[in-house]
């Protein structure tokens, strides 16, 4: 994974709307999400979330304790600009948390989703992804849920000129093991702002009760 100066300089000097992976909504995300018929105060964590809008869809469907983590300051700042046009329930509902998700202090047993649409494929280093595993199992609630977008093997090699590691559901989920068992996976045609396609893969799981 690059530093947070290579994602810092990405986020100022590129709108958010004019890199690869920007999409209007999270459209497959917000589906899974869905589905989990979340209460409205369960804690949600998005990883890596740069300027995602994933944000503001969660407070339209109610939810009012979300996390936005990115290594970048810079990508928080779009965030925290949109957010704060919102009336003022909205604002108080979201925390800013810059920094390595897999180094930071985060709460034990405390959230309810995890959310990372394009963060762990950047983990290249087999220990860094354990050290992302080991957060995520400490830090979701028992039956806790997982939801992970990665590029699927068909996806590009490389992201903001970055290696990447692609998967299928099955090499996925097995990162993952035996903390979370995968419960359902997708893929997605992901259209980029520059008329190109990109493979995603993504798998929902969720924390063992055992």
């Not at 503001?56 to 949109?82: K, P, W």
């Not at 199992?137 to 996806?155: N, V, Y």
Request: charged letters at 20%; proline letters at 7%.
């Amino acid at each position: 994974m690059a530093d947070a100066a290579h994602w810092q300089q990405v986020y100022t000097s590129k709108a958010s709307d004019a890199v690869s992976w920007y999409r209007p909504h999270l459209d497959r995300s917000l589906a899974f999400i869905d589905g989990l018929a979340l209460a409205p105060d369960a804690p949600i964590l998005d990883v890596g979330a740069g300027a995602s809008t994933l944000v503001d869809d969660l407070l339209a469907r109610g939810l009012r304790d979300v996390t936005v983590n990115d290594l970048a300051d810079a990508a928080l700042d779009h965030t925290r600009a949109r957010i704060a046009a919102l009336p003022p329930p909205a604002q108080s509902a979201v925390r800013y948390l810059a920094g390595d998700i897999t180094t930071l202090a985060l709460p034990a047993a405390h959230y309810a989703l995890w959310h990372d649409r394009a963060a762990f494929h950047f983990l290249t280093e087999p220990a860094q992804r354990r050290a992302y595993v080991a957060q995520a199992a400490r830090s979701l609630r028992p039956g806790g849920h997982l939801l992970i977008a990665t590029f699927a093997l068909d996806g590009p090699e490389r992201c903001s000129g970055l290696p990447v590691c692609r998967y299928d559901a099955a090499a996925l989920a097995a990162e993952f093991a035996p903390h979370f068992r995968p419960i359902a996976d997708a893929r997605e045609q992901h259209p980029t702002p520059f008329g190109t396609t990109q493979s995603f893969l993504y798998v929902l799981l969720r924390g063992d009760l055992s």
